[in-house]
């Protein structure tokens, strides 16, 4: 078995061998950048399929993000990493090589196209073709197109697209109606495939003949239009509704006519797509023709043209909207009423006012939500009534629509329905009651913190916190000290608190933060109260909090510290830095990790010595913090951990080490509490 020789000799060796040795002796810059250029190569590799890489991006992407940044002079030395054994560095090199833009990488990306044998080689090759966009590469690529494998053959029309080279059109001509991506290739191509596609109207396949029309359309030249409007006559519906809609892409005023004729066409697919198009042209005059669509025998065509009426805010539109609502009762009558209300035109009041009264309930439920939309409080008294209908889905609307206008003359029917025996109302009415600043409705409001149904009391808590009014504290203070199954209940009580500023509530927080149903459960609500408590008085006590007998309380002080803002910097770092040391994994995690938040230079050699922490996550989460933190001290403590026992200790101190020697500006890790203890 042959040797292994260490990765400093083969450096050595690679700088000292072949042609070097005839050349004058390289200056000090020519070896360091030599260095670098291998020292990335040299982090090429293999990754398992099975590793779920939790910490983007992998070294391999920081390595040649570097080379990147090196340009020219790597790429000599890249192209001969094509010819590697591995196949994961002959792709990385390839990426490499496509991102340096350099064209000398085309003809040796082309071979390797041709020549490898592995399939994910071959589909990176094209990839990194596509991307260099060089007319050398049409005539592989157009060989490529013939490959039995599919995904091949798909990556090579797309790539075809990039090269905009005029031989390759009629082969993607070709293609039309048989691979999607020979679409997108032509439609990159642009103004050179004009001709050949128009001449292509003519192809008797039906597949082709749509695509064709579909392409001219993205292409918006205007060279089209003629040849588009003979296909209107075609005898096939697919393709009259295509060439419609290829029309109306190109939005040329020429045009108008002969797509308003079409809303003679017998086909409603047709109709639809004539409509479809009138709606999307700039033309003024499309609104005279939606409105004609409005008396058109088919219920969906008299609807969409609604909804183009209303989306325009077509004002001109409302007496033939309106006239409209009182004659219609199929299932456009929804978007009739939705445009009216869209358009907001006081003119359509007393009509949706007067739908109120209908004895049809979907038209009474139409005119209920418009006049929601418009705010319109004159529907207050007529609503009022229907909170009494035997629809129980119906009733919740109602409670929704009049929490919407808040008006005051439908506060004691709301208060009187957040008791309703559908837990469904009273979450509606909890909804509602949130925009009524009153005594009445924040009582209301605090009776349903006692609701046994989650979504009720969710509700309720959040309007109190919302609504400001610091009469709410003491009742959320009794609600987060009562015993519960479900830690969500507390959450949102906690939640609340912090909108409302409770000072009040400091100790039954901190108290809070011991919920600890299981490993992975952090107290997110009493820990986002506790971080906007903006008293030094809060911090004091977290500090304090940190030398708890209770290990879940150290863990959330913690985990608050890292997520307060700070005026005594120092104070906070040194409380942390001891928590360092806490007898509970889960406690020294969360320093780690409010740490991490801070970059502090002085917890630098704290941090180093978790790197030997027994805890797993401690070392995984420990090597991530000093990699964003960049700093040369940690390099040779994180180059002993890649030997660890556990996979993803490994993977955090190789990402760790490539962040530090690229000096890249990579993200910074998102570290808990937005994660969990065990997440790692």
């Not at 990765?7 to 000292?16: D, E, H, K, S």
């Not at 409770?502 to 039954?508: G, I, K, Q, T, V």
């Not at 909090?545 to 104070?571: F, K, M, V, Y």
């Amino acid at each position: 078995m042959p040797m292994k020789l260490p990765a400093a000799v083969c450096i050595v060796l690679m700088l000292l061998s072949g042609p070097a040795l005839c050349q004058k002796e390289p200056t000090k810059s020519e070896v360091a950048l030599k260095m670098r250029i291998y020292k990335a190569i040299a982090t090429f590799g293999p990754v398992s399929p099975k590793i779920d890489l939790v910490f983007p991006p992998e070294p391999p992407e920081i390595a040649v993000d570097e080379l990147v940044r090196i340009g020219k002079p790597a790429v000599a030395t890249l192209v001969e990493v094509l010819q590697d054994h591995d196949v994961w560095r002959r792709i990385q090199a390839m990426q490499a090589l496509e991102r340096t833009g350099d064209r000398r990488a085309v003809l040796p990306i082309i071979a390797v196209l041709r020549e490898d044998k592995h399939f994910d080689v071959r589909y990176w090759a094209i990839e990194a073709l596509r991307r260099l966009g060089d007319a050398r590469a049409a005539e592989p690529l157009l060989e490529a197109l013939k490959d039995a494998d599919i995904h091949l053959r798909d990556a090579a029309a797309k790539a075809l697209g990039s090269c905009r080279d005029a031989r390759t059109i009629e082969a993607l001509i070709g293609l039309l109606g048989k691979n999607d991506r020979a679409e997108l290739a032509l439609i990159s191509i642009g103004v050179p495939a004009i001709a050949p596609l128009v001449r292509a109207l003519s192809n008797p396949d039906t597949r082709v003949h749509l695509k064709v029309a579909m392409v001219l359309g993205y292409l918006k030249d205007r060279r089209a239009v003629e040849p588009l409007l003979q296909v209107l006559t075609n005898p096939n519906a697919d393709i009259r509704s295509e060439a419609v809609n290829a029309l109306g892409r190109i939005d040329d005023p020429s045009t108008l006519e002969p797509i308003r004729a079409m809303l003679r066409d017998p086909s409603d697919a047709v109709r639809r797509m004539v409509l479809l198009t009138l709606g999307e042209m700039r033309d003024p005059h499309t609104v005279s023709v939606l409105l004609e669509l409005l008396h058109d025998p088919d219920p969906k065509l008299r609807g969409d043209a609604a909804y183009r009426l209303g989306y325009r805010r077509a004002q001109s539109a409302v007496p033939e909207l309106m006239a409209a609502f009182r004659q219609d009762n199929s299932e456009a009558l929804s978007e009739i009423t939705r445009a009216l209300a869209r358009i907001r035109d006081r003119r359509a009041i007393p009509l949706l006012l007067e739908g109120l009264k209908s004895t049809d309930e979907n038209r009474r439920w139409d005119c209920m939500e418009a006049l929601g939309d418009m705010h319109e409080r004159q529907a207050v008294p007529l609503i009022l009534p229907l909170l009494r209908d035997a629809d129980a889905s119906f009733r919740q609307f109602a409670i929704y629509t009049l929490g919407t206008l808040g008006d005051d003359r439908a506060l004691e029917a709301l208060i009187l329905h957040s008791q309703d025996k559908e837990p469904e109302a009273r979450e509606e009415a909890a909804k509602a009651l949130r925009h009524f600043k009153t005594d009445q409705a924040e009582e209301a409001l605090i009776t349903l913190l006692k609701d046994p149904v989650y979504d009720v009391h969710w509700e309720a808590a959040t309007a109190l916190g919302e609504m400001g009014d610091r009469r709410a504290i003491e009742p959320l203070i009794r609600d987060l000290q009562e015993q519960t199954d479900n830690p969500g209940r507390h959450y949102i009580t906690a939640y609340a608190l912090g909108r409302l500023q409770a000072m009040e509530a400091l100790e039954p927080l901190i108290e809070a933060l011991a919920e600890e149903p299981d490993e992975n459960y952090l107290p997110k609500g009493a820990i986002y109260a506790l971080a906007h408590l903006h008293s030094t008085e809060v911090e004091d006590r977290l500090i304090r909090a940190l030398r708890d007998s209770r290990p879940a309380i150290r863990r959330g002080a913690a985990a608050t510290l890292g997520e307060r803002s700070t005026q005594n910097t120092d104070r906070v770092l040194a409380a942390l830095l001891q928590a360092l040391n806490d007898d509970s994994g889960s406690v020294r995690f969360m320093a780690v990790s409010a740490l991490g938040r801070f970059q502090a230079a002085q917890a630098v050699h704290a941090l180093i010595q978790k790197l030997y922490d027994t805890d797993t996550s401690v070392r995984c989460l420990a090597a991530i913090v000093l990699g964003d933190m960049q700093t040369s001290l940690a390099l040779l403590p994180l180059k002993l951990l890649v030997t660890d026992g556990d996979i993803r200790v490994r993977q955090a101190a190789r990402q760790a080490i490539a962040k530090i020697e690229c000096k890249l500006p990579l993200p910074v890790y998102e570290y808990p509490p937005s994660g969990h203890y065990s997440g790692f």
